[in-house]
């Protein structure tokens, strides 16, 4: 794909645990920029968020990383980060987005005479639909972060279900403004899977098997994890976030 831009995808989640639809986005998101003929997709980077986000029924990162490496064993692409998990404090996704940009750059110019890669890889956010209905809740976002996320970087956006994404783009003026730094790509089989449920079955003693890698499977039980009682943690607990940026603010 030579005169292609070179692009590296980064997707931020809680991966609780990581799910075929998580690893399907990074395919179906290398197609479809792949197919605007710009750019030439050169990795993708999964980081688990950090213990202190304080979501419930998170479980431990240490186990979320080691879900998401058994899940990607057959990517030749697609790599997992532990740098956000192991901070001390939960970080924002653009400080996270920053880091990798900057690591990704001094990679390049440290080994300029890979004949794979002409120039310095852009980097971009890959997210569901249902993250994009994350900038509209009150004090989880800064404006400027979702400047930088979107207008520095950009978003690789995969519809899901009945959400849409660009009507979140169209009620939005920051959004809008950065509307060709946003690429939407369409989900034709649809897939429904969501960790929520994922967890729902497993505390209930339920299959999922076809819904997870069977090697995730197994490190489920073999650690007893998504339990009644680790459904608990965190429940009364305000998200990071929003204490973070009441603190700023």
């Avoid at 979140?168 to 946003?182: F, V």
Wanted: charged letters at 25%; hydrophobic letters at 35%.
């Amino acid at each position: 794909m030579a005169g292609r831009i070179p692009l590296v995808l980064l997707a931020c989640g809680s991966f609780n645990p990581i799910t075929h639809q998580n690893m399907r986005l990074f395919e179906l998101a290398r197609d479809h920029m792949h197919q605007t003929g710009l750019y030439h997709v050169v990795g993708g980077i999964v980081s688990p968020v950090g213990d202190d986000y304080g979501k419930r029924g998170l479980v431990a990162s240490k186990h979320r990383l080691a879900m998401a490496r058994l899940a990607l064993q057959s990517s030749d692409w697609v790599s997992v980060d532990d740098w956000e998990s192991k901070l001390e404090d939960w970080t924002e996704t653009v400080v996270t987005m920053r880091y990798h940009y900057n690591r990704i750059a001094a990679q390049y110019h440290s080994s300029k005479d890979l004949p794979t890669v002409s120039e310095v890889p852009e980097l971009k956010l890959l997210c569901g639909a249902d993250f994009m209905d994350t900038f509209k809740v009150p004090g989880l976002w800064r404006d400027d972060h979702v400047e930088e996320v979107v207008g520095r970087f950009g978003l690789v956006c995969v519809s899901r279900g009945s959400l849409q994404p660009d009507r979140a783009i169209h009620e939005s003026d920051l959004l809008s403004r950065h509307r060709q730094s946003i690429f939407l790509v369409r989900e034709w089989v649809h897939n429904e899977i969501s960790a929520t449920e994922v967890r729902r079955a497993l505390r209930r003693g339920q299959s999922v098997k076809y819904l997870l890698p069977d090697s995730v499977i197994d490190y489920i039980r073999e650690h007893n994890l998504y339990t009644q009682d680790s459904e608990m943690k965190n429940k009364d607990v305000k998200l990071r976030p929003l204490t973070k940026q009441t603190i700023q603010d």
